[in-house]
């Protein structure tokens, strides 16, 4: 290249001919032709230096600075593209310069595995995201504590103390005792049992003859027991059942009306009219007597 550098080129390129119109009058046409070409000439210089610098083959030293510093200071410093050296980073698939980020010792990656990440995290006073992204790269699985084997001692005392003292006494979090207390159906002491009892054949056949706030209250179970049943059975209300004796009347009346006159809310009434696309139907509304 000589002493046309990536220096010149990025001073030389500034000049633009947009700029050089604005000289005065007294200037001679001659220099303004001569500045002209100087441009033409540092552009074709510049193109021919991307192309045989983008095509010119990476050497070993180069390829040792990647990754060393920023993409930016690397490029300036090999006369390079900023472009062509991220993508030779990357077909080497080197991880980008970081200078905040702590390396990590023989001694760190040892301790991987061996404890919890968040313990392991506060230990090394790192963060939780960066054990788990270490580990992970290491292939190194997660570390799952020993599960505790319930035994009937300790099933008795679920019944016998609160949630909070059982996970002390055990070792345990209180969300694997609220867990086993569900499952086997033991409520908290000074409480009633609530696992429900077996739903009979009986029972089953009068879901959807009714409203499930009336059979809760036949059965003397919860609506929400009722509701659930009925919908696992696959079965609805009578109340949803829309006949079309109910349609007819959709559309003569205002839909406060229909409401009253079907035993329905009128946001259910308005909702199946618009549905089916019946317009409203038009109120009657006396007109007042204008004053004099």
């Given at each position: 290249m000589g002493r046309w550098c990536c220096t010149i080129?990025?001073?030389?390129?500034?000049?633009?001919?947009?700029?050089l119109w604005g000289w005065g009058r007294g200037r001679a046409i001659e220099q303004r032709v001569a500045y002209i070409?100087?441009?033409?000439?540092?552009?074709?210089?510049?193109?021919?230096y991307n192309v045989r610098m983008g095509t010119q083959p990476w050497t070993a030293?180069?390829?040792?600075?990647?990754?060393?510093m920023s993409d930016r200071d690397v490029a300036r410093r090999l006369g390079r593209a900023t472009g062509t050296i991220y993508k030779r980073r990357r077909k080497l698939r080197l991880a980008p310069f970081r200078p905040c980020e702590r390396l990590w010792q023989r001694t760190e990656e040892a301790l991987l595995g061996t404890m919890p990440d968040r313990?392991?995290?506060?230990?090394?006073?790192?963060?939780?995201?960066?054990?788990?992204?270490?580990?992970?790269a290491r292939h190194i699985p997660i570390l799952h504590p020993k599960k505790h084997r319930w035994?009937?001692?300790?099933?008795?005392?679920l019944s016998e103390r609160p949630d909070a003292q059982v996970a002390m006494l055990l070792g345990i979090s209180r969300l694997?005792?609220?867990?086993?207390?569900?499952?086997?159906?033991?409520?908290?002491?000074?409480?009633?049992?609530?696992?429900p009892s077996p739903w009979r054949p009986e029972e089953d056949a009068l879901l959807g003859m009714a409203s499930d706030r009336e059979l809760a209250r036949r059965l003397g179970r919860t609506i929400s027991s009722v509701r659930q049943r009925r919908i696992q059975l696959g079965r609805q209300t009578p109340c949803h059942h829309w006949t079309p004796e109910?349609?007819?009347?959709?559309?003569?009346m205002p839909d406060q009306a229909a409401a009253q006159r079907l035993g329905r809310t009128v946001v259910a009434v308005t909702t199946r009219r618009r549905r089916l696309g019946i317009p409203a139907a038009a109120s009657k509304?006396?007109?007042r007597p204008r004053c004099a």
């Open positions: 080129f990025s001073r030389l390129r500034c000049w633009r001919p947009s700029s070409s100087r441009y033409h000439l540092v552009e074709t210089r510049f193109c021919e030293d180069e390829d040792r600075l990647l990754g060393t313990k392991l995290a506060r230990r090394l006073k790192r963060s939780v995201q960066s054990v788990a992204k270490r580990r992970r035994t009937p001692a300790d099933d008795k005392l694997a005792v609220k867990h086993r207390r569900r499952r086997l159906g033991i409520g908290r002491p000074g409480k009633q049992s609530v696992r109910a349609d007819a009347l959709l559309g003569k509304i006396k007109a």
